[in-house]
């Protein structure tokens, strides 16, 4: 199902000893892949599931409801167990929290974001569903996971002139350009 993958990839879901959220960037074959997603559901039966917008459908077809759609800057309270996955553990989810609950419960904040892409599965579904970046805020640190995304775009140079020269430095994000 979907294109053939020209590359190993570089982890196999078995080797990972817990996971307990995945954030979806967008629902291309290269990052929403059936077959991983049921491996990690199989290894990994409470894990929680984040994507864009428009993605719960797919989820819901795969027997996944442990799944939370976010659109652009809406956020989820989110609460795990820092013990190892239990089968008995449920998932709650309110209109401000998702809850795997337990003692030693770990908080953060995941939040979805734009970012400069599109979704499709076929031709014929072209930014059907949304696509994002994330946040994920928790004990004070901050991480975001951009996707496929750019901050800029690509101009348009003669052959010889290369991109990448001083004059056309852009910083990796534009929230951290220095005065």
């Not at 599931?49 to 309270?77: Q, V």
């Not at 996955?85 to 309110?94: G, I, M």
């Not at 970012?115 to 579904?125: E, L, W, Y």
């Not at 101009?155 to 010889?160: F, G, K, M, N, Q």
């Amino acid at each position: 199902m979907g294109p053939k993958r020209y590359t190993p990839c570089p982890v196999d879901v078995a080797d990972i000893p817990i996971i307990d959220a995945v954030v979806i960037s967008h629902s291309h074959y290269d990052h929403l892949s059936y077959p991983t997603i049921m491996k990690i559901k199989e290894k990994h039966p409470n894990v929680h599931f984040w994507a864009p917008l428009g993605n719960k459908a797919w989820f819901t077809k795969c027997g996944i409801e442990n799944m939370t759609e976010l659109d652009w800057w809406e956020s989820r309270d989110f609460t795990l167990s820092a013990k190892k996955q239990d089968a008995e553990a449920t998932h709650t989810e309110t209109s401000s929290t998702v809850n795997a609950g337990g003692a030693e419960d770990i908080k953060a904040v995941i939040g979805c974001l734009p970012c400069q892409h599109t979704s499709a599965r076929t031709p014929f579904d072209k930014s059907h569903t949304l696509w994002g970046s994330w946040s994920v805020e928790s004990g004070g640190k901050k991480i975001w996971f951009g996707g496929d995304t750019g901050y800029r775009s690509v101009p348009d140079l003669p052959e010889e002139e290369n991109d990448y020269d001083e004059k056309y430095t852009y910083p990796t994000c534009p929230a951290f350009k220095g005065d």
